[in-house]
């Protein structure tokens, strides 16, 4: 079971891009790579997800490199509302399969 | 896109009685389903992964008993705090598994549940 590793507090301003870095040395063949957003009294919410190189959709990029040890969250000009924890995990989602959460990261978005 | 309900989203009880929160997969079968307990501040703790059709395993120092859980559909599982107390007060989070095996979880939005 893949362990990851996340800074737990970033500030970031209004505006500015934001990358939040996951370490992920024991990642293994079959894994991908999930990052989920939370915010107070709410379920973590799906924001992207890959298995190599670069993903991008509507509201984050994600960027592995080709030993996949690691991962980046990109945000791109944060708001306000962009203020939450940022977990990412690394696994299948197979029978058995674990979903353990690290500690994530606390995205504070200052205006 | 996937939706997964819970039920209720907030419930108050007193100590001694039973709670039942229930997760629903809205538009797909959801043969796994996990059931998570948060605290304040804290990330999510892993309390049991359910499994439609059989028993659920349960994580180390999570006890079966006290967190009955049941899967008897591929859209419905649920989670009864038996006998709460006070110490059991948490946010209560379930996720489902999608069809295949690298689609991401599912969350519904939680259970704030308060024993007094």
């Known amino acids: 079971l893949a362990k990851t590793t996340q800074p737990i507090s970033m500030d970031s301003y209004e505006g500015q891009e934001v990358n939040i870095t996951c370490s992920h040395n024991?990642?293994?063949?079959?894994?991908?790579i999930t990052w989920y957003q939370q915010f107070p009294s709410q379920g973590p919410r799906f924001i992207i997800q890959?298995?190599?190189t670069k993903v991008t959709n509507e509201v984050a990029s994600l960027f592995i490199p080709a030993d996949r040890k690691s991962s980046t969250l990109s945000l791109p000009r944060v708001s306000l509302s962009d203020t939450a924890v940022y977990y990412c995990l690394v696994g299948v989602n197979t029978g058995g399969f674990k979903t353990i959460f690290g500690a994530g990261t606390r995205l504070f978005v200052k205006a | 896109g996937a939706v997964v309900s819970q039920h209720p989203s907030r419930v108050i009880c007193k100590s001694g009685t039973s709670v039942k929160i229930e997760c629903r997969s809205l538009d797909f079968q959801a043969t796994t389903m996990f059931w998570y307990r948060q605290f304040p501040k804290q990330s999510l703790m892993l309390m049991a992964t359910s499994n439609e059709g059989s028993k659920a395993t349960y994580e180390q120092g999570v006890e079966k008993d006290k967190f009955l859980i049941n899967h008897a559909s591929l859209t419905l599982s649920t989670l009864t705090v038996t006998s709460a107390h006070p110490e059991d007060s948490s946010f209560y989070i379930c996720?489902?598994?999608?069809?295949?095996?690298?689609?991401?979880?599912?969350f519904g939005n939680g259970t704030r549940l308060t024993v007094t």
């Open positions: 996720s489902a598994s999608g069809e295949r095996g690298y689609s991401p979880l599912h």
């Open positions: 890959g298995y190599k």
């Open positions: 024991n990642i293994a063949t079959n894994d991908y």
